[in-house]
């Protein structure tokens, strides 16, 4: 039987993109399925995942009761996968930046890699569009900080477009991740990173979304200027 996939997408008010993103996804492969796992988006995004799901048995639909974070949407993404059969994990956005064109590239990576990270920065190159220069920058230099305080050689370890092989996120405590905001994506590739895993990461092209608004906000950096350092102290004494 054909090893099957997993497209994770997080959803908070993502009603307008939702419909787009979702087809995309699955005309990409056949063993592709998605999950969207939302949580209560008062823009009735849950009501058009649903939608979905009833046009297609190849879309799954997680509700949860209200605005918990982009890690927890994550984690119960994870147990839901791995209690199914699905071979490779992929955490994707919902708002377009993210083109599906590029998952087959990615199921050809992870092949020959545990983890592959979708990059905007590999080898020197910047492939952002449309993000303004402050919010490009901030992006640029925090990847530059979580290398210098972690130690790994991740170029673009704050993007949220990955795919984990099943035994990733089998070796990972799920339960002892904590971050719930971007740092998230720097604290899963950074255990997986730890524990030995084969990671490799292939250039995308990230576009900044059109419809709909940002999730960032002044927490979420401060979360990922602490995290980086909890990482590296529990590293340090062997907690990881």
């Known amino acids: ?61 997680l509700h949860r009761e209200g ?72 992006s640029y230099f925090a990847n530059i900080y979580a290398r210098v305080v972690t130690g790994h050689r991740i170029c673009d370890s704050t993007g949220g477009f990955k795919c984990f092989r099943r035994r990733v996120l089998e070796a990972i405590d799920l339960s002892a991740v904590h971050s719930n905001g971007y740092s998230f994506q720097i604290e899963m590739s950074f255990r997986a990173w730890r524990k030995g895993f084969r990671i490799r990461e292939i250039p995308i092209v990230f576009v900044d979304r059109i419809e709909g608004s940002s999730k960032m906000s002044g927490s979420i950096v401060r979360e990922a200027i602490w995290m980086v350092w909890r990482l590296r102290f529990k590293a340090l004494f062997g907690r990881l």
């Open 67 to 138: 605005k918990l974070g982009l890690g927890t949407a994550y984690i119960t993404g994870f147990r839901w996968a791995l209690e199914r059969d699905y071979e490779y994990v992929f955490e994707m956005d919902a708002d377009n930046s993210h083109d599906a064109r590029h998952l087959p590239e990615f199921l050809e990576a992870a092949q020959e890699a545990d983890l592959v990270l979708g990059s905007r920065y590999l080898n020197g190159r910047v492939t952002v569009v449309n993000w303004p220069m402050p919010r490009l920058l901030l």
């Open 1 to 61: 039987m054909a090893e099957r996939a997993l497209v994770i997408v997080p959803t908070y008010n993502e009603a307008a993109n939702l419909p787009q993103i979702v087809p995309r996804i699955l005309e990409q492969d056949d063993r592709i399925d998605v999950l969207v796992v939302d949580d209560n988006s008062p823009d009735g995004t849950g009501q058009v995942a649903d939608d979905l799901a009833r046009q297609n048995p190849r879309v799954r639909v």
